[in-house]
Structure formats: C-alpha cells, structure tokens
Antibody, heavy 122, light 107 residues
Framework: QGNLVESGGGVVQPGTSLTISCAAS????????LQWVRQAPGKGLEWVAA????????YYAASVKGRFTVSRDNSKNTVHLQMTSLRNEDTAFYYC???????????????WGQGTLVTVSS | DIQMTQSPSSLSASVGDRVSITCRTS??????LNWYQQKPGKAPKLLIH???TLQSGVSPRFRGSGSETEFTLTISSLRPEDVAIYYC?????????FGPGTRVDLK
C-alpha cells in the first residue's frame, strides 16, 4: 500500500530557511501527485502545497506562496518543501500526503506520513 | 477561495448512536468532497472520497452523501474507536481547503 516518511523538521529562528523532505516507498511514485498539509499544535488542517506526478504543475496556499517551494525527485522517490522567510505562524506539524491520482484536482489524500514538526521561534 | 463550514463543531454520543456531521461549501464543489478522520497524535486517514465512495478498508459504518454545496458524513452505529476529529476537504480547485473539524466524543 505504501509508506511516506517525513524528515528535516526542527527549531529555527524567524526569517531563516528550512527544507523538509518526504521519502516514499511501496508504490509507483510517478502515478501520484503529492501534497503538503500542515497542522499547528492543537489546530485544524491547512493545505500548503501540491505537485503533480511529473513535477510540472505546482500549487501553493496564499499564506506560503512566494516563500515555499515544492519539488519532487522521481529518481529518488522523494518530495521536498523548501521553506524560506519562516514566520512564527509557520510553526506546525507538516504532513506529506499522496493523491489518489496523478493530479490533485478532483483527488483525495489516501496515504499520509507521520508528520515532521517545524518550530519557528526566537 | 471556497470557504468550508462544518456542523456541529463537536458532539457527544453514546455507543450505538447514529451520528451525522454536515459540511457546507461557499460554492459548488460538485462531488469533489472528501472526509478524513484524525485520532490524537496520528495523521489523518481518508474515509470517504468523491462525496460518497468509501475508501478501501474503511468500515461500512461510515457513509458519505451530498453534492454541490452540502455534504454529510454519517456513522451508522458509533463505536469507541470512532472517537476522533473529522474533517471535510474539497479538491475542486486550488486552494484545496479543509473544514474546521468536528470533534466526536463518547457520552
């Protein structure tokens, strides 16, 4: 059925950058779009970004557009989220999730990682 | 952007009760509405996709209905393991929004 494992979270200062990654296994990586969803501690789910199966199409939430970049390496079955100009309000668990299809529109997230915590604090 | 609301925000019910959660969207999302269950400390789990389709491996006690702007998740007979927060989510167009969640507890 597959597995997603996020890594790279940690404590960073406001204004700095961090890249988190998600390693996929157990399924055909190029058959699926991938998304990042975050959840501030004790809060609800917030969609962050999506990337199509081939990496050509990328979409971002308004709250991160221009600061975050999603990318994927289909040769290594990994997806990355490069985060710059981090703010206190970016503090959250970041989940990597697999779309049921090659593109995110009209799809749903049928496989999730365990999440990685990013804390932005001075 | 499409706004999502869920009602109620929380509920308490007894084992065996029928439970319904409503999700409304600010504009039509056709059938592109999904439901997720999240238990404490865990990642969300897909229950229902495209409004009415039960995800493989999910208990048939869960049922989705609705279209356009109003959707319902029904648990036919509540069990202790159903204690969780339930989120609706649309994938009609970006930004893909989640509802605020409905907390389900046991009475």
């Amino acid at each position: 059925q597959g597995n997603l494992v996020e890594s790279g979270g940690g404590v960073v200062q406001p204004g700095t950058s961090l890249t988190i990654s998600c390693a996929a296994s157990g399924f055909t990586f190029t058959n699926h779009a991938l998304q990042w969803v975050r959840q501030a501690p004790g809060k609800g789910l917030e969609w962050v970004a999506a990337v199509s199966y081939d990496g050509r199409d990328k979409y971002y939430a308004a709250s991160v557009k221009g600061r975050f970049t999603v990318s994927r390496d289909n040769s290594k079955n990994t997806v990355h989220l490069q985060m710059t100009s981090l703010r206190n309000e970016d503090t959250a668990f970041y989940y990597c999730a697999r779309d049921r299809s090659k593109t995110s529109s009209g799809s749903s997230l049928d496989l999730w990682g365990q999440g990685t915590l990013v804390t932005v604090s001075s | 952007d499409i706004q999502m609301t869920q009602s109620p925000s929380s509920l308490s019910a007894s084992v065996g009760d029928r439970v319904s959660i409503t999700c409304r969207t600010s504009q039509s999302v056709s059938i592109f509405l999904n439901w997720y269950q999240q238990k404490p400390g865990k990642a969300p789990k897909l229950l229902i996709h495209r409004a009415v389709t039960l995800q493989s491996g999910v208990s048939p006690r869960f049922r989705g209905s609705g279209s356009e702007t109003e959707f319902t998740l029904t648990i036919s007979s509540l069990r202790p393991e159903d204690v969780a927060i339930y989120y609706c989510h649309h994938s009609y167009s970006t930004p893909f929004t989640f509802g605020p969640g409905t907390r389900v507890d046991l009475k």
